[in-house]
């Protein structure tokens, strides 16, 4: 479930990459050759950059894309990278945790007093909790990570080693 959840939303930050392209396209298009830009395009994108910058975390976690400096823990034993990886989880989820509550409160207060965007008056409630929803699914996706981690953690002493991603290891 985690998995279909994360895949739908980084299949749609595909979809609003795909919209911003042509929408900044046409944009560019219609200003240069008959000086009529498209009303509110910045906007939009900006909007769209959220959802697809956040809503794909969850996805880019399964699949072990973000960014990790190994340099010191590659050297070190399997049970001890498996228990500094269940640390580390820990601490991540804590993150995500604050982030999420911080953000859905700058996200109600905007909804409470109506804050609207500059150009359109789109209600900006909306596009701002896009980030503590996508966060959201990266903590559930990191939370099963921590279980499968920390039942490799105590698990056999031949079994001890840091699970990367979301998917079971083979």
């Known amino acids: 479930m985690i998995g279909r959840a994360s895949q739908a939303a980084s299949f749609l930050g595909g979809l609003a990459t795909l919209f911003i392209a042509g929408a900044v396209t046409c944009d560019v298009l219609l200003r240069y050759f008959l000086n009529q830009p498209l009303l509110?395009?910045?906007?939009?994108?900006?909007?769209l950059q959220v959802l697809v910058v956040f809503w794909g975390c969850a996805y880019t976690f399964r699949q072990d894309g973000h960014i990790r400096v190994d340099l010191v823990t590659s050297h070190l034993p399997g049970p001890v990278r498996a228990w500094l990886r269940?640390?580390?989880?820990?601490?991540?989820?804590?993150?995500?945790?604050?982030?999420?509550?911080?953000t859905t409160t700058s996200a109600l207060t905007a909804y409470r007093y109506q804050r609207v965007s500059v150009v359109m008056l789109?209600?900006?409630?909306?596009?701002m909790l896009l980030i503590p929803t996508g966060?959201?699914?990266?903590?559930v996706a990191m939370l099963a990570t921590l279980g499968r981690q920390l039942r490799a953690a105590v698990g056999p002493p031949a079994g001890r080693d840091e699970v990367r991603g979301d998917r079971p290891e083979a």
């Open 40 to 47: 509110g395009v910045d906007e939009i994108a900006g909007f």
């Open 135 to 139: 966060l959201a699914l990266m903590g």
């Open 122 to 127: 789109f209600a900006l409630w909306p596009a």
């Open 86 to 102: 269940v640390v580390t989880l820990l601490l991540g989820l804590a993150l995500l945790g604050v982030v999420c509550w911080v």
